[in-house]
């Protein structure tokens, strides 16, 4: 888990009858964890500790992942800022002088924004026997149905013991069933109601019964176990944390910018979070000390250890292109043990992502790049299995739109497994809806399963039912006089060849 | 707000209820009684009769006399349960113009829906003479058993009746929510239900908040206790072939005279351990005299003669209980209703079964009348959060290739819901698909009920297999059933309501509408004729009775003599129109023998 360097760790209270020596810390954690008071940033950590950035992650990892600190979201809006001296802060009248933490937009009022609209609120206005409230209650459910999990919809937590789950469905019942407005008026809401209820009643019969929850529940985890693998494959930035042995589900991925290694030109006190050798560390400390320039916190800058600004710049630069390599160097490493420590661990995606970050540091080492590949696949077939997982369900479940949605996920994981995008074909083909975009994306999946297995006869079929249903007759044909070719004898194929004849 | 009554439509007995001021209340009939027999005659000079007066001429008038007709109803003349009451039933039962019954009661041909029909309207006049006002809207209960044919002709007999049939209820489920009304309680029950003719057992689950939803539901809707009438008839019809070498069904009213001996006998053994059943001069013996049978039952021999109905019923529980996928101990509460639990042997077996004792929170013969009042009342009245989430008691499905019947909607699914499923077609080159919309747990088609069909037509041509067709079928809250066919390659789509059969058309429905309407205003002007006839025969006999005292009195003055004359003219005038018939004159009599009545006795009174 890595976070943004402007996140706010909080300390936790201790569950009681509990003492933190009971943890298994180390004295680098018992150093970091010292510094956190819910008012500093990691970056301001960071600086403080003279520790680096990784450290501090880790450390600030393991303390998360013990309960013993909480860390905020990261603020959207940049904290206000203390203008440096001699600059006057413009101050827009409209933003509030305390500092804006809330993640979701806040208004001058505090009034919170209403979430995007779901529908039209025209919809409304239909002359109909119902209370405005209610109407609003019964789009509200109806247009969120189909994206909800069967526990959203019920509005219960996935823990949730089969009473509550009872309590919540009768609880809907009374607002959804369409007896309620019998014989009034109801216009087009009495078929949402109906909607409406018919899944709220498919979720509670689902999560009722101990057999069909447990396969839900297995399905659910299948989905987050992917989102949470896909999410840390494409993150970028920060490291993994050095002993990651749980696997929550990281919150939204966090894309930052890559470390800045390359400091512009003398800043105020705060800086991005820059690695530095213990050695310019020693010098920056040593430097306060004495009373050097800059004041209040330490600034361990790069260059400061460096000869004073106004000597030779030739100097300047080598000395600062070495201190760049070997803060390069460093981090590789860091990266490099990390993503040994994963191996060993077996997990996979932490290492792929590791050895990645290692190979933009030093994009030419051969030894990562083919320690990156082999850890790589073994990762895509991780991911690929949680993928498939979960479009077994959902084609079971006669969901082929997400069905196809998985399968292809599968795909991108496992560019060469054929069923996978014959599987993501013949759901996009089923499920039909807009057939004009989903076609083509069918079409060319499936040809990559023809092309990957060529003596699948029913692989060639299918494209070339795609192949009709989208208009390209002569595709079809030798795709279909293929097929002939692999299976003579065919009725199907001969009767497909016919109706591809006619077009 | 109006009112709603609720009737529960029994097979030997019907009930009816309304929800006043918040209470749930039976409504008694003029005789005071709380329940009426389902039976209905047609008397030697036409008449009908309805109800106990029915009941009591039954033995005299067996062939005109129906009962039982709830075994008959939406059934098709060629099943199985019409071909065992044909040979059980003392009235003619003959074949209709859609594959239905009919029944021959003085030559006449009477559907069965309109049999019920007559009985409905009995109990809507006992409500509307209990309220003092017309009732217009009604729910009415039918075993939870039953098909949507069997609930249709249910619907179509309320119709007929001249009733708004808001909702057709289950009868388990109504005795559920009398159980449950009020009490604000949160709990699992199952109520076994045997009445007359119909076995039903249904787990609910009460909560809370006023959600009654029903988990699983089975029954038989041929099981019940006529059939332990029939069985002592057995009994004894065989016993007396031993001894005397006659069968006793070939006489009529002997088996009519048989029946009511057994079904008195068996109720008297719920409570005594042995009865006699005595019926003398049963039958002639050919020789020119009458033979007479008498015999001892013991509560062991009925229970023996039984054993196999009650058995089936725990089956039936055994079932349901699993559908429900609940174990024995999770049943808070069994609820016991309909006649035939009063026998101590079902009381018995059910205890077994669920391992306590049945509750005694309900009446078993009126509970599901005050349920169906309580559902009109919660449709009607908005503010009452009452809801009833009830289930499908039959798979809803199609046929297919091959005369298999294909699940869409699995039985015990709540209501409303639909699913989609996507079919093909089974010939090469078909180009319409006949969809056949069926009800039935049966794998093969034709053991199962047809609710109606439609075609789908503009196929493509092609090898079988190729065509797709998705079928959405839907059950709304009415519980009406809608299937919807789409072609998935033209998007052309069909679809239709189905309105199961009972039998009957539209125009035949409208006809027998008509028909009661006018039977109803013929009634209530009869009834009318009937109390003032009796007013004026009571007035003019005092009138009579007064003549000498006030001749002797006033003969002497003209005055005297004029109002003795005026007074015989009324007198008179009140005879011709009884005789007549003629209620518009009655009245006007009525208000002149009043008069009369009033100045004779003030005469007398002074002239003392």
């Given at each position: 888990m890595s976070q943004h360097s402007e996140n706010i760790p909080k300390p936790l209270p201790l569950p009681k009858g509990k003492s933190v020596q009971s943890y298994p810390l180390g004295p680098v954690d018992g150093f970091v964890m010292s510094r956190i008071d819910g008012t500093l940033s990691i970056r301001e950590i960071v600086t403080l500790t003279g520790l680096d950035n990784v450290t501090v992650q880790g450390s600030i990892d393991k303390l998360v992942s013990l309960g013993l600190v909480s860390l905020g979201a990261p603020p959207t809006a940049p904290r206000s800022v203390t203008p440096p001296p001699g600059m006057a802060a413009p101050r827009s009248p409209s933003i509030p002088a305390r500092p804006i933490t809330e993640v979701s937009g806040v208004l001058d009022s505090g009034i919170p924004k209403p979430p995007p609209a779901l529908y039209d609120p025209a919809e409304l206005d239909e002359d109909v026997d119902l209370e405005r409230d209610h109407r609003r209650k019964i789009l509200d459910a109806y247009y969120k149905i189909s994206e909800q999990d069967l526990y959203e919809v019920l509005g219960v937590e996935r823990k949730s013991d089969k009473k509550a789950i009872k309590r919540a469905y009768y609880d809907l019942a009374t607002v959804h069933h369409p007896d309620r407005f019998f014989r009034k008026k109801l216009g087009s809401f009495k078929q949402k109601m109906e909607a409406v209820f018919t899944r709220v009643t498919e979720a509670h019969d689902t999560l009722v019964d101990k057999d069909k929850r447990a396969e839900y529940d297995a399905y659910l985890s299948a989905q987050d176990e992917a989102r949470a693998l896909e999410a840390q494959m494409t993150r970028r930035a920060s490291s993994p944390g050095m002993d990651r042995t749980d696997r929550t589900p990281p919150p939204a991925p966090v894309i930052t910018s890559p470390p800045p290694v390359v400091p512009t030109t003398p800043v105020p006190e705060r800086t991005s979070g820059i690695q530095l050798s213990d050695q310019a560390r020693r010098d920056a400390l040593a430097r306060r000390l004495l009373g050097g320039r800059g004041s209040g916190m330490a600034p361990p800058q790069p260059h400061s250890t460096a000869p004073q600004p106004g000597s030779d710049p030739d100097a300047l630069r080598r000395h600062y292109e070495q201190k760049i390599s070997a803060v390069r160097e460093h981090m590789s490493k860091e990266h490099i043990l990390a993503a040994e420590a994963a191996v060993v661990a077996n997990d996979w995606v932490a290492a792929s992502n590791s050895y990645r970050l290692a190979l933009q540091v030093n994009p030419d080492d051969e030894r990562l790049q083919r320690a990156l590949s082999e850890v790589q696949t073994k990762a895509n077939a991780v991911l690929a299995e949680a993928y498939r997982k979960q479009a077994s369900y959902e084609e079971k479940s006669i969901k082929y739109a997400e069905a196809a949605r998985s399968w292809q996920r599968v795909t991108r994981a496992m560019p060469d497994d054929a069923t996978a995008h014959y599987r993501a074909a013949w759901c996009l083909f089923k499920d039909g809806s807009e057939p004009e975009k989903t076609l083509r994306v069918a079409a060319t999946l499936a040809a990559r399963a023809v092309a990957l297995e060529p003596k699948r006869v029913d692989y060639r079929t299918t494209l070339a039912e795609i192949y009709l249903a989208a208009g390209l007759t002569l595709n079809a044909k030798r795709e279909l006089e293929a097929a002939a070719r692999l299976a003579p004898d065919d009725a199907n194929i001969e009767a497909l060849l016919k109706r591809a004849g006619k077009g | 707000m109006e009112k709603v009554i609720g009737i529960d439509l029994g097979t030997t007995n019907s009930c009816v209820a309304i929800v006043e001021n918040g209470q749930p209340t039976v409504i008694p009939n003029r005789g005071g009684y709380k329940t009426t027999p389902s039976m209905l005659a047609v008397t030697e000079a036409g008449k009908r009769l309805v109800g106990h007066i029915a009941k009591r001429q039954a033995i005299t008038n067996a062939e005109n006399t129906v009962y039982a007709a709830k075994r008959l109803i939406g059934r098709k003349w060629s099943s199985p349960q019409v071909k065992n009451a044909i040979a059980t039933s003392s009235y003619r039962i003959v074949e209709g113009p859609h594959h239905d019954c009919r029944i021959v009661l003085r030559d006449k041909e009477f559907s069965v829906p309109e049999v019920s029909a007559m009985i409905l309207q009995e109990m809507r006049v006992i409500a509307e003479d209990y309220l003092g006002h017309p009732v217009a809207k009604a729910v009415i209960t039918v075993p939870a058993y039953f098909?949507?044919?069997?609930?249709?002709?249910?619907?179509?007999?309320?119709?007929?009746?001249?009733?708004?049939?808001?909702?057709?209820?289950?009868?388990?489920?109504?005795?559920?929510?009398?159980?449950?009304?009020?009490?604000?309680?949160?709990?699992?029950?199952?109520?076994?239900?045997?009445?007359?003719?119909?076995?039903?057992?249904?787990?609910?689950?009460?909560?809370?908040?006023?959600?009654?939803?029903?988990?699983?539901?089975?029954?038989?809707?041929?099981?019940?206790?006529?059939?332990?009438?029939?069985?002592?008839?057995?009994?004894?019809?065989?016993?007396?072939?031993?001894?005397?070498?006659?069968?006793?069904?070939?006489?009529?009213?002997?088996?009519?005279?048989?029946?009511?001996?057994?079904?008195?006998?068996?109720?008297?053994?719920?409570?005594?351990?042995?009865?006699?059943?005595?019926?003398?001069?049963?039958?002639?013996?050919?020789?020119?005299?009458?033979?007479?049978?008498?015999?001892?039952?013991?509560?062991?021999?009925?229970?023996?003669?039984?054993?196999?109905?009650?058995?089936?019923?725990?089956?039936?529980?055994?079932?349901?209980?699993?559908?429900?996928?609940?174990?024995?101990?999770?049943?808070?509460?069994?609820?016991?209703?309909?006649?035939?639990?009063?026998?101590?042997?079902?009381?018995?077996?059910?205890?077994?079964?669920?391992?306590?004792?049945?509750?005694?929170?309900?009446?078993?013969?009126?509970?599901?009348?005050?349920?169906?009042?309580?559902?009109?009342?919660?449709?009607?009245?908005?503010?009452?959060?009452?809801?009833?989430?009830?289930?499908?008691?039959?798979?809803?499905?199609?046929?297919?290739?091959?005369?298999?019947?294909?699940?869409?909607?699995?039985?015990?699914?709540?209501?409303?819901?639909?699913?989609?499923?996507?079919?093909?077609?089974?010939?090469?080159?078909?180009?319409?698909?006949?969809?056949?919309?069926?009800?039935?747990?049966?794998?093969?088609?034709?053991?199962?009920?047809?609710?109606?069909?439609?075609?789908?037509?503009?196929?493509?041509?092609?090898?079988?297999?190729?065509?797709?067709?998705?079928?959405?079928?839907?059950?709304?809250?009415?519980?009406?059933?809608?299937?919807?066919?789409?072609?998935?390659?033209?998007?052309?789509?069909?679809?239709?309501?189905?309105?199961?059969?009972?039998?009957?058309?539209?125009?035949?429905?409208?006809?027998?509408?008509?028909?009661?309407?006018?039977?109803?205003?013929?009634?209530r002007v009869s009834e009318e004729f009937e109390g003032l006839k009796q007013e004026a025969t009571r007035l003019s006999a005092e009138i009579e009775k007064l003549f000498p005292q006030v001749e002797q009195i006033v003969a002497a003055s003209d005055f005297g003599r004029e109002a003795i004359d005026k007074a015989r003219g009324i007198v008179a005038r009140a005879r011709t129109a009884i005789d007549k018939k003629d209620v518009a004159s009655l009245k006007e009599q009525i208000e002149g023998l009043s008069r009369t009545q009033r100045m004779f006795k003030g005469v007398v009174a002074k002239g003392q």
């Open positions: - | 098909n949507d044919n069997q609930r249709q002709a249910t619907k179509d007999a309320g119709e007929i009746a001249g009733l708004d049939v808001i909702r057709i209820i289950n009868e388990p489920t109504a005795a559920a929510l009398a159980y449950g009304y009020g009490r604000n309680v949160e709990k699992t029950v199952a109520v076994y239900d045997l009445g007359g003719g119909t076995f039903d057992i249904s787990i609910l689950e009460i909560a809370q908040n006023g959600v009654f939803k029903v988990i699983a539901t089975a029954g038989d809707t041929f099981l019940g206790g006529e059939d332990v009438d029939a069985r002592i008839v057995d009994w004894l019809v065989q016993g007396f072939k031993d001894e005397h070498n006659l069968d006793l069904r070939q006489d009529r009213m002997a088996l009519q005279r048989l029946k009511d001996a057994a079904e008195k006998a068996k109720c008297e053994l719920s409570s005594v351990k042995e009865t006699e059943i005595n019926l003398p001069f049963i039958i002639s013996s050919g020789r020119n005299e009458a033979l007479h049978l008498q015999r001892a039952l013991s509560r062991n021999i009925l229970e023996e003669l039984s054993s196999d109905l009650v058995e089936r019923t725990v089956d039936i529980c055994k079932q349901t209980l699993d559908d429900a996928r609940l174990e024995k101990d999770e049943i808070d509460e069994v609820l016991l209703v309909g006649g035939m639990t009063r026998m101590p042997k079902i009381q018995d077996a059910v205890s077994k079964f669920f391992g306590r004792e049945p509750s005694k929170g309900i009446h078993p013969d009126e509970c599901v009348a005050l349920g169906a009042a309580i559902q009109g009342a919660a449709l009607v009245d908005e503010s009452q959060e009452m809801i009833l989430l009830d289930v499908t008691p039959h798979a809803l499905g199609i046929m297919t290739f091959g005369s298999y019947f294909e699940e869409l909607i699995p039985q015990n699914t709540t209501v409303p819901t639909s699913r989609t499923k996507i079919f093909t077609t089974s010939r090469d080159n078909q180009t319409a698909v006949k969809i056949l919309v069926m009800q039935g747990e049966s794998e093969k088609a034709e053991d199962n009920e047809v609710l109606g069909e439609f075609i789908l037509t503009g196929l493509r041509r092609a090898t079988k297999g190729q065509v797709e067709i998705e079928v959405t079928f839907e059950i709304n809250a009415d519980g009406i059933v809608s299937v919807r066919a789409k072609d998935l390659e033209t998007n052309q789509e069909q679809s239709i309501q189905v309105t199961a059969t009972s039998g009957l058309t539209r125009d035949e429905i409208k006809n027998m509408i008509d028909n009661a309407k006018e039977h109803m205003v013929e009634r």
